[in-house]
């Protein structure tokens, strides 16, 4: 498609179930970003994904969370053993990297409720 | 640490009003400032991007400006219209990682 799409739109689980979410970035884009934003407030960085570099996952809140990406394609974040603070959108962006410019994409975003 | 600040966090006009968002940063070593508009259940779309080097950016009717000195970066909104009523979103930083505003809620009045 022509931009970034995410799955499922929407999640509701209960306490301490795993959910994992799914992001496809717009082709070509090398760079991904997986961010949360709780109601109301500005988005919190997770992780970022650049080609083949290792990831920077300085924004992962615990080690319950993490995040894979194939190549420069999919990624997906999981979450184990939610918790009602994790209720949250999870949004996904891409982009390219030129010159020093991110301008990022994003994708409609996955909105969690943990119960 | 950088932190970024938005004021109002809520603001409604009517239609046809020219209008100023606000966005302030703590840090001014940042690489570019990009403002965002998100509309619900839709994510977010890339409004205008101001590199540090540049100090304003127009796009249609809207013009943004940045004065890294003070800190400070602004949305105009000129003639406005009920389709521009969405949350409106500031987000900086020295690399890819953008530190984000809390938003400005926008309402147009018809």
């Known amino acids: 498609g022509a931009g970034v799409s995410q799955s499922p739109s929407n999640k509701v689980t209960e306490k301490g179930k795993d959910v994992e979410l799914r992001c496809d970035p717009i082709s070509g884009h090398t760079a991904l970003y997986w961010y949360r934003q709780r109601l109301g407030q500005g988005l919190e960085f997770l992780i970022y994904?650049?080609?083949?570099?290792?990831?920077?996952k300085s924004g992962l809140p615990s080690d319950r969370f993490s995040a894979e990406r194939t190549g420069e394609s999919v990624s997906t974040l999981t979450i184990q053993r939610t918790q009602q603070e994790d209720s949250a959108v999870y949004l996904c962006?891409?982009?390219?990297?030129?010159?020093?410019?991110?301008?990022?994409?994003f994708g409609p975003g996955t909105r969690l409720t943990v119960t | 640490k950088q932190e970024v600040t938005q004021i109002p966090a809520a603001l409604s006009v009517p239609e046809g009003e020219n209008l100023v968002l606000n966005c302030s940063f703590t840090d001014s070593a940042i690489y570019n400032l990009q403002w965002f508009r998100q509309d619900p259940g839709k994510g977010l779309t890339s409004l205008l991007l101001?590199?540090?080097s540049q100090r304003e950016q127009t796009s249609g009717r809207l013009n943004a400006s940045l004065d890294k000195s003070s800190g400070r970066s602004t949305l105009y909104i000129a003639a406005s219209q009920p389709g521009d009523s969405a949350t409106y979103l500031c987000?900086?930083?020295?690399?890819?990682?953008?530190?984000w505003g809390a938003g400005t809620k926008l309402i147009i009045k018809p």
């Open positions: 994904f650049q080609g083949n570099s290792a990831p920077d």
């Open positions: 962006a891409s982009s390219l990297v030129t010159g020093g410019t991110y301008e990022q994409y």
């Open positions: 987000a900086t930083g020295s690399n890819y990682q953008l530190i």
């Open positions: 101001i590199q540090s």
